[in-house]
């Protein structure tokens, strides 16, 4: 598998964010996904950068473009080393909150993408990694 | 910081969001517009949303509070202009925004909060 791009952006305030979602929108342009499998892309990202910022207490994006020799994909990956997730089946749930959100944010984003993984182990960090492909 | 402006149509206030929202920007909005609607005692609020191209969860909840906010205020929202992959996107996140009206565009918002001001027969005049 090829990977055409590959660039890391850290996530540390609400402007990080915005530019997260802009990075992601350029790399889904760049490789031809469509106008709606951008938008469930970026808005995937955009709801993961904010669990990284908000209960990860900052991190890092890592962006890249795939190129498997018979498709074309964008692979996003969020890193934080803030307290974990204790149970992540729970945390998967439609609903389940615990900083008063919708609790969408998990569950909601995998609905949007072909890859989805989450590891994460408590007191060290949560990562979660997602590809959409064209 | 940005701001979003409100806009005065008569008796309902028109808000364009055409940044990509920050969510302190979203924050100013919900009190800016709930003080607008009490000083110009607005009926009705056109949230136009057509140049946003990403609804997340933290966005999709702000349009919700604007609504219900207006709503206790005595003022009804209509959210225009959303797009197509928007709308896929927010159903499919799983924010079908079941109580939230809408319309196609800025005219068809206005067309639908001037109906629905008709039928309220018997309501005090603002």
């Known amino acids: ?134 | 910081m940005e701001r979003i402006p409100i806009l005065k149509m008569g008796p309902y206030l028109l808000v364009t969001i055409q940044v990509d929202m920050h969510d302190r920007v979203a924050m100013t909005l919900q009190d800016e517009l709930t003080a607008r609607i009490v000083s110009d005692r607005a009926q009705g609020v056109l949230l136009d949303i057509s140049s946003v191209d990403v609804v997340d969860s933290f966005i999709g909840r702000m349009i919700g509070n604007i609504a219900s906010m207006s709503r206790v205020l005595d003022a009804e929202t209509v959210v225009v202009g959303m797009r197509p992959a928007v709308a896929i996107t927010l159903v499919e996140l799983g924010l079908a925004l079941p109580s939230i009206r809408t319309a196609l565009n800025v005219d068809a918002g206005m067309t639908l909060l001037k109906s629905s001001r008709k039928s309220n027969n018997g309501r005090p005049a603002r």
Request: with cysteine.
């Open chain 1, 1 to 134: 598998m090829a990977v055409l791009r590959d660039e890391r952006i850290g996530l540390r305030s609400m402007d990080d964010i915005i530019k997260a979602r802009q990075v992601v929108r350029d790399c889904a342009i760049f490789q031809g996904l469509s106008l709606v499998d951008q938008t469930k892309l970026v808005t995937a990202a955009s709801e993961l950068a904010r669990n990284t910022l908000i209960h990860g207490g900052g991190g890092e994006m890592r962006l890249q473009a795939l190129n498997d020799g018979s498709r074309r994909g964008v692979k996003v990956t969020f890193i934080d080393t803030g307290p974990g997730i204790a149970d992540i089946e729970l945390a998967m749930k439609d609903g389940y909150t615990t900083k008063g959100g919708l609790g969408l944010g998990l569950s909601g984003s995998k609905r949007l993408v072909n890859e989805f993984e989450i590891d994460s182990k408590p007191g060290k960090g949560t990562t979660v990694c997602i590809v959409r492909w064209k």
